[in-house]
């Protein structure tokens, strides 16, 4: 599902909201996520999961076409852990 696909599905459920206002509330959702991963602050939404912000070390790498070394810096790269509830129902009826 994208962002306009679960946009329009919201604004399909909640016919008393306009289409624009369902908008702004999404688009501001995801760009509080994101501000809070950029501050390094993890975000839980109980029964879906958590985002948090993983730091990888420098290190040497290769070129999968040259096969030369080449340095990677270190990053910070965000990092999703599903939820109990949502893992169940993922996994209900599947054995």
Known sequence: MTKSELIAFLA????H???RDVERIV?????EIAA???????VELRGFGAFSVKR???????????????????KRV????????LREKLNHGLG
């Open 12 to 15: 399909e459920e909640n016919p």
């Open 17 to 19: 909201l306009y289409q």
């Open 56 to 74: 990888r070390d420098a290190r040497v790498g290769r070129n999968p076409r040259t096969g030369d070394a080449v340095s990677v810096s270190s």
């Open 78 to 85: 965000p990092y999703f852990k599903t939820g109990k509830q």
């Open 36 to 42: 809070a991963l950029s501050r390094g602050d993890r």
């Open 27 to 31: 688009t501001t959702i995801f760009d």
